[in-house]
């Protein structure tokens, strides 16, 4: 045990997730310290945009919130080095754990594959919330950080920091899990709650986007994608599969009408758009389709923009977990419980 | 790391869950070894009643199952020395972990304690899904194991295997949890839920004794005990306070009438025995009693003897969990879970 230990943490991006997780430091820090014997210091932030410094002695967590709050950048930090790069904070020697939290890019995972390869080559343990790098090479990186005796952990990718990775591997260790359904995509599911109180598909996608729920360009949400990268990490991380994006059926949500709703309603049932993952005969199949629901199911009940994932397993039958599934501070979250499970494991308790 | 290790087990006790535990082994042995580098020998088992066997060298755990579903004990095993004891095992330079499962006494938590105590004493990791230990003398035992620098765990005290326990300090570590909701006594939920089919409670508790979740005797669960020995873990364990059984408000299910169930349902409610731990202002209230939730709300679904629990975060705002509570392999499952999560931490991932 070696509760004294400082850890120094690199951040790389700061954007919504980076500054959740910052904003969840400063204002824990004093019980991290007294409950987990947690000690850190962020001796880096690498962003393009944002702005970039670096202090091997540690930043200050408040006066980086304060900059970002204030004029959406840190470029004014006062003291530290300015001219640090991605790269180099994945190889300072100054770094034990990278934070990687730019923004997703399910094609070619980039840039945040080449600092995860390059954070655990270095042997820093790796903490992420980027579904890109996880969904297309989990297990190349998974084998790089065994071979170099540091941690990856990715609770964020699915259901924010709604115990979800973390859940199937750890807690429920020694299961076995046959089927995963979910309702990984927060923005659809609002959408079809809207949809189930009369608003057509229009009106509530328009309310989504008022909300900040749905972006601008919705594509991601609406036609599944999002919800078949998880079905993916889903797949390759919990069920021991390793299949692409392009395997996954997947069907959105644009073509349900109101009145496709509330036909299903007048059956007794919801249109969820499931994410389901299947193992039959050792192959695991994925899809992501509008499906109708039986309201006593688990997961008719999830509304708004909440998540959830009934796992179906040999001991234990179906086990439930529903709660966000995004957010700043949510995902910000998601990296604290990664980041205290490796102070948990290298402490050996 | 240290992938090939062997775990010998000693099992303190053989009812229901030692024999769901083993069961769970004997059938998982290959895929332990191939997917978590488990290795593992159950060295001994003592139990007054079906027996006791030591044998450095393994117990097989497939002929104990074969011997204790033929005969109810495992007196005729081939080999091993049958004059071990409990505290002896507790001792032994052959165990490193010792499985304590004995049944709950909530008064004075005997034999547990004294079996839990003897072995982290000795510096052996204990797993338990005894909850008079837990509930009695949680920082006590904690303390204890710190100071010996091993592990004790209890994930099986609240939920069986659905991941409560380890959820909450694991998977969500670094949230602040300011309430537990949680429906954590499946008996009274089936009785409950059989109310609503309009059966009257006599009835329904009669239907719960010939499907074998209710015992001869329906005290400990009826009247809201067990909820409230499992208030007393959540108290203690997940939000830190110290407080007994004594300190629980309780009140039981024997005096809800099939109308106050159906009256409920008219108002578009549910009566459920709800547990319910509150911090406010640093004090931890817990309760234990017959509650109308509206249908909306998380654990209004819950039905028959699944149990859920509902914990109120400062960074994910609701978490729920919803799975089975009790049975011998599900809590067979919560032990399996405990001694994976010893293997690695000590292992360092």
Redesign the interface.
């Known amino acids: 045990?070696n509760g004294s230990r400082t850890w120094r943490i690199g951040l790389i991006g700061f954007g919504n997730v980076g500054q959740g997780f910052v904003r969840?430091l400063a204002r824990?820090e004093v019980?991290?310290r007294e409950k987990?014997g947690f000690n850190f210091k962020i001796v880096g932030i690498a962003d393009p945009v944002k702005g970039s410094v670096f202090d091997p002695n540690g930043l200050d967590p408040r006066k980086l919130i304060e900059l970002v709050d204030r004029y959406g950048n840190i470029k004014a930090y006062e003291g530290g080095r300015k001219d640090i790069d991605s790269l180099t904070l994945c190889r300072s020697g100054d770094v034990d754990i990278i934070v990687e939290v730019t923004p997703t890019n399910v094609k070619t995972g980039e840039p945040g594959l080449t600092h995860i390869r390059e954070a655990l080559s270095n042997g820093k343990h790796v903490v992420t919330s980027n579904k890109g790098p996880i969904a297309l090479a989990y297990r190349e990186l998974k084998e790089l950080a065994?071979k170099k005796?540091v941690?990856l952990r990715f609770?964020g990718t699915v259901l924010?920091?709604?115990?979800a990775i973390?859940?199937a591997l750890?807690?429920?260790?020694?299961?076995?899990i046959s089927k995963v359904e979910g309702i990984v995509n927060g923005t659809t599911n609002f959408i079809l709650t809207k949809m189930e109180e009369g608003l057509t598909f229009e009106e509530a996608l328009k309310e989504a986007q008022r909300l900040g729920y749905a972006e601008a360009d919705p594509t991601a949400d609406i036609e599944g994608w999002d919800a078949a990268v998880k079905a993916v990490i889903i797949a390759n991380v919990i069920m021991g599969a390793s299949i692409t994006l392009n395997d996954v059926e997947r069907e959105g949500i644009s073509r349900i009408s109101r009145e496709d709703v509330a036909n299903a309603l007048k059956e007794g049932k919801k249109i969820k758009l499931l994410a389901e993952v299947v193992k039959e005969d050792g192959r695991v199949r994925a899809s992501v389709k509008p499906t109708k629901i039986p309201l006593?199911h688990?997961l008719?009940?999830v509304s708004g923009p909440i998540n959830a994932l009934t796992l179906h397993?040999d001991?234990?039958?179906?086990?439930?977990?529903?709660?966000?599934g995004a957010g700043r501070?949510?995902t910000?979250?998601a990296i604290?419980?990664d980041?205290?499970?490796i102070h948990?494991?290298?402490r050996?308790?």
């Open positions: 045990m969840v824990k019980m991290l987990y065994e005796g941690m609770e924010s920091g709604t115990p973390n859940l750890e807690s429920l260790a020694g299961a076995e006593t688990p008719a009940g397993t001991t234990l039958g179906r086990v439930t977990i529903i709660g966000p501070v949510e910000g979250q604290l419980s980041v205290l499970a948990r494991y290298v050996g308790a």
